[in-house]
């Protein structure tokens, strides 16, 4: 019973290390692009081009895809193989499995 207790309490705390990951990595994010989108703020209105150009939004915008990875992964959620995709293909080998077993002993 101990050892389940520790497992549980390792998987716990291995979870709340990747969700603080997270956190910290979202702070960090917003503090970055903060900065740099006030620098090219301030320096557009010097230099008289526009704040409105996607190569300002670069930083931000990859980085913020690579963000949502993170919180994917660190929140657990994966649309494409979720809990019900699991079962369905667990089935499926359990039951190619049960079939190639079959083979064997039914000779």
Request: aromatic share 20%.
């Given at each position: ?25 979202a ?9 740099i ?11 008289g ?59």
């Open positions: 019973m101990e050892d389940l207790n520790s497992d549980r309490l390792a998987r716990a705390k291995k979870r709340v290390e990747e969700m603080k990951g997270f956190y910290i990595h702070a960090i994010y917003t503090v970055i692009n903060a900065f989108l006030v620098n090219i703020l301030v320096r557009s209105g010097y230099d081009e526009s704040f409105w150009q996607f190569g300002h939004f670069f930083t931000p915008f990859f980085w913020g895809i690579g963000l949502l990875f993170h919180a994917s992964k660190a929140f657990r959620f994966n649309p494409l193989f979720n809990e019900v995709w699991e079962k369905k293909k667990i089935r499926k080998y359990m039951e190619e499995y049960r079939k190639e077993a079959e083979k064997f002993t039914k000779r």
